[in-house]
C-alpha cells in the first residue's frame, strides 16, 4: 500500500483500484481557493477509480466546503468511477447530504435533432400521449365527484347550498346580459348573411327556417358553452389554482373535509344549471336579431316571420339543443376545476393552467358538438 500526500487538507491512500482520501483541516471559505484547485486536481488523477472520502480528520466544514467535496463525488462518478463518502461528525453528513440534494445536476445533453418530419411525428406521439393522459385524469375525478354526489344524495345536509346558490349567481344570473347580447348580435348577422344570399334565389324567406333550426340546434348552446368556458371556467381554475398556492386546500383536507365536496361540486352544479338555463335565453335571443334583421332589412312582417318560424320549428329541434347543455356544462366545470387543483405554487403555473383550462374547455365542447350532431343524425333528429 502506497501513501502520497496530494496537497494541503487532502491525503490519499491506495490498495489497488481502490483509493482512500483522508480529509483534514477546515474545507471552509477562507481556504476556497486553495481547496477548489484542490479538488479539481484530485478529480483528474482519481478520474474512473473506486474513491472513499474519508472525512474523520475534518475539522469544520460550511457550505462552500460541502459543495466541493459534493463536487468532487460527483466530478468522479461523472468519470466513471465510484465515490462514497464516510465518516464525520452527524452535522458534518447533514450539511453535506442537504447540499447534495439541491445542487442541481448537469442537464443530459439534448438528443440530436433529426428531420422536420421525424420531429413533427415526436411531437404528434407526445401529443397523443398527452391526451391520453388528460383523459384519464378526467374520468378519475369524474369518478370521484360522482362518489361525492351520491354521498350528498344519501346525506342532503352535507351539501353546500349556500356555496351552490352564489355560484349560482356569478356564473349564471349575472352572465345574462352578456350572453344575450352577444346571442342576439350572432344571430342578427347571421340573418343579414343568410338575406343577403337568398336574395339572388328570390327565396328571401327561407332566412326564417334557416336561423330557426341554427338557433335552437346550435347556435345557442354553442355560444353559450364557449361564452362560459372563457367567462367562469377560467374563474373556477383561478379561484381554485390561488387556494392551491395559498395551501388552503390542504387547510380544508387537515380539518378531515372533502375538497370535492366542498369546493368542486356546488361550482359544477352550478355551471350544468346555469348553461342550460343560458343556452335557452341564448337561443331566444338569436332569434330576437333575427327577427330584427328579416323585419328591417328582409322586408319580412313580423308575422310572416312568426308564422314561418311555428310551421319550421319542432320540439325536436330545441330538445336537441338543450339535451346538449347539461353535457357541455359538465365537460367545462370537469376541465376547469381539474386544471385549478393542477395548478402549483408559482403565479406561472396559475396563468399556464388558466389557459390551458379554456383552450381544453373550447377544444371539447365543440367535440362533444360534433359527437352529438353524428348521434342525433343517426338516430334521425
Known amino acids: 500500500m502506497s501513501t502520497a500526500a496530494i496537497g ?51 475539522s469544520r466544514v460550511d457550505t462552500v466546503g ?8 460527483r466530478m468522479i462518478v461523472a468519470s466513471g468511477g465510484v465515490s462514497v463518502i464516510e465518516g464525520g461528525r452527524p452535522e458534518q453528513r447533514i450539511l453535506i447530504d442537504a447540499v447534495a440534494t439541491d445542487t442541481p445536476r ?24 398527452n391526451a391520453g393522459n388528460d383523459l384519464k385524469a378526467w374520468m378519475s375525478f369524474l369518478g370521484a365527484i360522482v362518489v361525492t354526489l351520491g354521498r350528498v ?25 352578456i350572453i344575450c347580447l352577444i346571442s342576439f348580435l350572432v344571430g342578427a348577422i347571421v340573418s343579414q348573411q343568410s338575406i343577403f344570399q337568398l336574395r339572388y334565389f328570390g327565396a328571401t324567406i327561407f332566412v326564417v327556417d334557416l336561423i330557426g333550426i341554427l338557433a335552437l340546434r346550435e347556435l345557442g348552446v354553442l355560444l353559450t358553452a364557449i361564452m362560459l368556458a372563457g367567462r367562469s371556467g377560467s374563474a373556477f381554475t383561478a379561484e381554485i389554482g390561488s387556494m392551491k398556492m395559498r395551501e388552503e386546500i390542504d387547510a380544508i383536507r387537515v380539518m378531515a373535509l372533502d375538497d370535492i365536496e366542498v369546493l368542486i361540486l356546488p361550482r359544477m352544479l352550478a355551471l350544468i344549471i346555469s348553461l342550460t338555463l343560458l343556452a335557452f335565453l341564448a337561443e331566444i335571443a338569436a332569434l330576437a336579431g333575427g327577427c330584427v334583421v328579416a323585419l328591417v332589412y328582409g322586408g319580412i312582417s313580423l308575422d310572416v316571420f312568426l308564422a314561418r318560424l311555428h310551421e319550421t320549428l319542432t320540439m325536436d329541434s330545441f330538445l336537441v339543443g338543450m339535451i346538449k347543455a347539461p353535457f357541455m356544462g ?12 393542477k395548478v402549483e405554487g408559482s403565479a406561472e403555473s396559475l396563468g399556464i393552467r388558466t389557459t390551458a383550462s379554456v383552450v381544453k374547455s ?16 343517426a338516430i334521425g333528429l
Open 330 to 341: 359538465l365537460v367545462i366545470g370537469l376541465i376547469a376545476t381539474i386544471e385549478g387543483m
Open 153 to 177: 344524495i344519501v346525506h342532503p345536509s352535507k351539501f353546500r347550498f349556500t356555496s351552490f346558490v352564489h355560484h349560482l349567481e356569478l356564473v349564471g344570473l349575472r352572465a345574462v346580459p
Open 66 to 73: 460541502a459543495l466541493l467535496l459534493d463536487r468532487l463525488r
Open 106 to 129: 448537469e442537464s443530459v445533453p439534448p438528443a440530436k435533432k433529426g428531420s422536420a418530419a421525424l420531429m413533427l411525428v415526436a411531437d404528434i406521439g407526445r401529443g397523443v400521449i
Open 362 to 377: 373550447i377544444f371539447m365542447v365543440i367535440v362533444l358538438d360534433g359527437i352529438f350532431a353524428i348521434f342525433f343524425a
Open 8 to 58: 494541503p487538507g487532502l491525503v490519499s491512500s491506495s490498495l489497488g483500484q481502490a483509493h482512500r482520501l483522508r480529509l483534514s483541516g477546515e474545507w471552509t471559505a477562507t481556504h476556497a481557493d486553495d481547496l477548489e484547485e484542490l479538488v479539481e486536481e484530485t478529480a483528474k488523477q482519481l478520474a474512473g477509480r473506486q474513491v472513499a472520502l474519508d472525512l474523520e480528520q475534518v
